[in-house]
């Protein structure tokens, strides 16, 4: 199988504080054998409409967005087998052209408060948001749903550090296996003790947005016992990716060798437990792997000068443009319009973004953490001295902390 296509984006501001992009994706795969066309998980024409507008008088405090999803019919074919591995017939199956319309208000309290409302899918529009084979792999988009979040940021500013090894000589070492055996201590919850956390990971990789989910839903069920200083850190999972990306498909083929019906069911698993940690994978949206060094620019300038709180809003910002919208985290329209989102200053970030600043302080990250055994994401690395790998359970990463913090 062969796949072709291109992919196209436009952005930037129409006005001041009114950001709008579009980007359109084709993607056609011809059957090698047949010469004709061939099934694909990817609909043959996508097109992404995002916008966001401040609120003219408001100072920035009120804000309202909207984006939306087309995308044409999408059919899907293939061979039946029975119990025995014999052929057994062909099934044949169709999920029809369709958009998907999203909307967002946001007001501002103070520097330290924001209340939001999200809707999904505001006029309900019953989809398939992945479509597999023909025993599965078919999802059923979210049907229209809104989530009302007010967010305020207490924590402090933590203080730059030097650079010094992260296991403290144990590189490679305390696994999360050695953490299940040992022996658990109770903490007083009367004096919750503080753990630092680095978190190593890409805005490209799906394990990293369950991690990051079941990190900090073990956080919030020992709340009282333990606090998280969390701090991200880079990790390009391809560091040499063009800024056009790639199709998806062909990547994972060529990167892992994966066939088609591997990376489905791989994309089945990663969306199950992303429902389970209420993180919406929208795999029908993603069609393109894309180069993310400016989006882990930009999120060090934000732990750098952003307030408390700012660098985590930007991290789960890129995670959902990238997993649930299906947009390039390389586009710096995208990256403006997520950075003024979570609050962050839109002129400053597009400076940023506009120059090298914290090129060299990203690469100089990304260096010191593989030069000491990461060489996977996501890494979770606790008080510099302990390694958790992977995208965990919420349960195993419970018991990690826990027994961490009772060591003291």
């Known amino acids: 199988m062969t796949s072709r296509g291109f992919d196209a984006e436009i952005g930037g501001e129409l006005r001041p ?15 090698k054998s047949t010469g004709g066309p061939s099934s694909s998980i990817t609909p043959k024409h996508l097109l992404k409409l995002p916008t966001a507008y401040a609120l003219p008088g408001s100072s920035g405090a009120w804000k309202i967005g909207d984006s939306a999803h087309l995308q044409s019919r999408h059919p899907v074919e293939g061979t039946l087998y029975d ?5 057994a017939g062909r099934y044949h199956f169709a999920q029809g052209a369709h958009a998907v319309w999203n909307a967002m208000v946001q007001y501002r309290i103070d520097p330290r408060w924001t209340l939001q409302l999200n809707v999904d899918n505001v006029f309900d529009r019953v989809h398939y948001q992945a479509v597999g084979y023909a025993t599965g792999g078919n999802f059923h988009g979210t049907p229209r749903n809104a989530v009302r979040a007010l967010r305020a940021t207490f924590r402090a500013p933590a203080a730059r550090r030097p650079l010094s090894c992260p296991l403290r000589g144990h590189c490679g070492g305390p696994t999360m296996a050695a953490f299940a055996s040992a022996g658990a201590c109770r903490m007083n919850a009367a004096t919750p003790q503080t753990l630092t956390i680095d978190f190593v990971s890409d805005v490209s990789c799906p394990w990293c947005a369950i991690g990051l989910h079941a990190l900090e839903q073990a956080a919030g ?10 701090r991200f850190q880079p990790f390009e999972l391809n560091p040499q990716m063009g800024p056009a990306g790639q199709d998806i498909g062909e990547h994972l083929m060529e990167k892992y060798g994966a066939t088609p019906e591997q990376s489905q069911q791989t994309r089945a698993a990663i969306t199950q437990r992303g429902a389970e940690l209420g993180f919406t994978f929208n795999m029908g949206q993603r069609s393109r792997i894309y180069n993310t060094f400016d989006a882990h620019r930009l999120l060090h300038w934000a732990g750098e000068e952003g307030a408390p709180g700012s660098q985590a809003a930007l991290k789960h910002a890129l995670f959902r443009a990238y997993f649930t919208e299906g947009l390039n985290p390389g586009d710096h329209a995208v990256l403006l319009h997520l950075a003024g989102e979570v609050g962050l200053d839109v002129e400053r970030a597009r400076a940023v973004l506009a120059s090298d600043e914290f090129a060299d302080a990203v690469r100089e990250r990304e260096a010191f953490f593989q030069q000491h055994g990461i060489h996977s994401v996501p890494a979770v690395i606790v008080n510099q001295r302990h390694l958790i790998q992977g995208g965990q359970p919420v349960e195993v990463f419970e018991q990690a902390l826990r027994q961490i913090a009772a060591q003291g």
């Open 221 to 230: 069920r020992l709340q009282g016992e333990v606090a998280l200083d969390l």
């Open 17 to 31: 504080g009114w950001q709008i992009a579009a980007g359109y994706t084709f993607a056609q795969t011809k059957d």
């Open 83 to 87: 119990a025995g591995g014999n052929e």
